[in-house]
Nanobody, 121 residues
Framework: VQLQASGGGLVQAGGSPRLSCAASGLTLSSYHMGWFRQAPGKERDFVAAINWSGGSTAHADSVKGRFAISRDSAKNTVYLQMNSLKPEDTAVYYC???????????????WGQGTQVTVSS
């Protein structure tokens, strides 16, 4: 089982990159999916989650209205559209899959390797 996150990099403040998370060895449509992020020296924080059908989403207050999680079951891929980026969004972003949606890292079964997003001011 592998979750491969991509789409990060160096972005200017106000930019709009899209992160992707592709799965192999795992049918994502059977799982709820989430994105977390971790800045240096800080804990891994919840960013967004989407239920298995794609009919329900949740976003952290810090990103609500700027980020949007979505999924494409046909491509076995989950996305995080990031808009109006701020320097404080700088972190390693991780995608995750699991049987329940929680706003803590506990309870999620599978994790990707992470993709670095660095926002320059």
């Amino acid at each position: 089982v592998q979750l491969q996150a991509s789409g990060g990099g160096l972005v200017q403040a106000g930019g709009s990159p899209r992160l992707s998370c592709a799965a192999s060895g795992l049918t994502l449509s059977s799982y709820h999916m989430g994105w977390f992020r971790q800045a240096p020296g800080k804990e891994r924080d919840f960013v967004a989650a989407i239920n298995w059908s794609g009919g329900s989403t949740a976003h952290a207050d810090s990103v609500k209205g700027r980020f949007a999680i979505s999924r494409d079951s046909a491509k076995n891929t989950v996305y995080l559209q990031m808009n109006s980026l701020k320097p404080e969004d700088t972190a390693v972003y991780y995608c995750t899959a699991g049987p329940i949606i929680t706003r803590t890292p506990v309870g999620w079964n599978y994790w990707g390797q992470g993709t670095q997003v660095t926002v320059s001011s």
